[in-house]
């Protein structure tokens, strides 16, 4: 009789406990964790994509409308009204082709920036890597990216422009535009937790970044002084690598593509860092 009411509490007593703690070391970002939630952050990037869509009257073509309406802006104020050189092509395939990775790259931070507010229900109910939020947002614009791609090419046919084998470093710029939408949002998505002002302030640092950037005009206009404190802006070479990649133009400066990718390593590097360390306040404060 004894043993066999023993028996229960001997195996409640056996039975393995879990404890899920984050790490706490300043240089253990666990990244592996990420690599391992795969199919979670495909499922959020998705989940946002549909979110963002659902009960719209025209759908998908609200992604081609907003670079369509900027190029023809652009258009009339720079090519038109200023005369703004456009390194010998057509201005409307001309900044087209420069809204095409700065329309991903600027989304990308408006979604993540405020992504972990957005989820704080989740943040605060479920164990998983909070990195897989921001990344999520991140990836989720390359839908919307592929749709003005496509659009991009109807424009090439149009001015009877054939890409060379520079098309082949295409995906390269394309992944730096989203390794750098990702350094900057890990340090906007973990500000935003705990300083809601950041997620006011994004829509006007990108107003300011867009015009730093080499879209209405050619980086060529940048006096050859302010050229390497230009390279700092990594989204210019990414610009200046997509009008190469597709329309043909001069080669971007090497060294000043160097400049901008450690840039990118040190603000990625940086915002990891930062971004696991606070991590561990993120369901208090959110």
Same mark, same amino acid.
């Given at each position: 009789m004894s043993s066999a009411s023993g028996?229960?509490?001997y195996a409640a007593s056996s039975a393995p406990t879990v404890v899920i703690e984050p790490s706490r070391g300043f240089m253990d970002l666990d990244l592996m964790s990420l690599y391992r939630s795969?199919?979670?952050?495909y499922f959020l990037a998705?989940?946002?994509v549909k979110v963002r869509y659902k009960q719209t009257a025209i759908?998908?073509?609200w992604a081609v409308l907003q670079p369509l309406a900027t190029m023809l802006i652009f258009t009339l104020l720079f090519s038109?009204?200023?005369?703004m050189p456009s390194d010998g092509l057509p201005y409307p395939i001309f900044s087209f082709a420069a809204l095409l990775p700065w329309t991903f790259f600027s989304q990308a931070i408006s979604r993540s920036g405020s992504s972990l507010v957005n989820n704080a229900a989740l943040v605060t109910k479920v164990y998983f890597p909070r990195l897989a939020i921001p990344v999520a947002a991140v990836l989720a614009p390359i839908v919307d990216f592929v749709v003005t791609f496509a659009i991009l090419l109807v424009m090439m046919a149009y001015y009877r422009i054939s890409p060379g084998w520079p098309l082949l470093t295409l995906p390269l710029f394309l992944l730096m535009s %989203? !390794?750098?939408a990702l %350094? !900057?949002?890990l340090w906007l998505s973990a500000l935003c937790v705990r300083y809601r002002d950041v997620a006011v302030v994004i829509p006007f640092l990108l107003q300011v970044w867009q015009f730093l950037s080499p879209i209405a005009y050619p980086a060529s206009v940048v006096p050859e002084r302010w050229r390497l404190l230009y390279s700092l802006n990594p989204i210019a070479g990414v610009i200046e690598g997509f009008r190469w990649a597709l329309l043909g133009t001069a080669m971007p400066d090497l060294r000043l593509l160097a400049v901008s990718g450690a840039a990118v390593v040190v603000l990625l590097v940086g915002g990891v860092i930062y971004f696991r360390q606070t991590e561990l306040t993120f369901a208090d404060v959110v």
């Open positions: 028996m229960p509490g795969w199919e979670l952050v998705w989940r946002d759908g998908i073509v038109r009204l200023s005369g %989203a !390794v750098t %350094a !900057v949002s």
